[in-house]
């Protein structure tokens, strides 16, 4: 407002969720000056209209249409990253089911192949697979552990792994450990070869790894799915974050 106008006589400031308004509120001073007006009871998330509008001797002039937008509420931003984190969940159990089934359709082949080539029958015994971890230093680079695995053996190793970490809350008598999952992936190891499998952090994970400095004491379970009998074994491994 240009202070050549001299004071106002009417001075209200007017919003609402649409270019309508539809509420007023007085300005604070009849001055023509920049104006600022408290607003309470807005909606969270949402998108306001406001202009201010003056009169003074000469008439009434409108303020141009503006807006602002409310930010997310406290529930609305628990509630959306829950979402986010449910849908990542739920994408990376679809992308282990599809890397398990294709494991367990390789082994199949792999079975199907000995059988035609005559290794099966008398020699059954001999069809066997043993994964083991090559090494208890796991680096983490991007967000992704890299675990290397030996499968020895006739057949392929396939399985799950599983890395969780121990935290610690509270003081005192109040103090309390859990063990809480860090990351997790399938693997499909050929036999006879060592590869490094590439195992995706959690948040919870990453977040213990940057408090840790980047290093940081976990365990490993390995299970070995195929070929049966399923395996079970747990290592303790120290993760260490790449240097930047």
Known sequence: MSPSAGELLICKFEYGTTSSYGTAMHCPSLQPTAQSVPLTGLKSNTTYHFRIVATNWLGTTDGADATFTTPLSTAEIAAKKQAEEEASAKRKAEEEAAAKKKAEEAAKQQLGGAAKTGVLGSVTTNLFANVALAGSTISVSA?????????????????????????????????????????????????????????????LGRSLLKASHGRLGATLTILKSSPTPAKTQTESVRLVGAKK
């Open 143 to 203: 967000n992704h552990a890299g675990v290397k695995l030996t499968c020895t053996g006739t057949l392929a190793c396939i399985g799950k792994l599983t890395l969780t970490v121990k935290s610690t809350s509270g003081k005192g008598k109040k103090k309390h450990t859990r063990t809480q999952a860090a990351g997790g992936t399938i693997f499909s190891v050929p036999a006879g070869k060592t590869a490094t499998v590439s195992l995706a952090l959690s948040s």
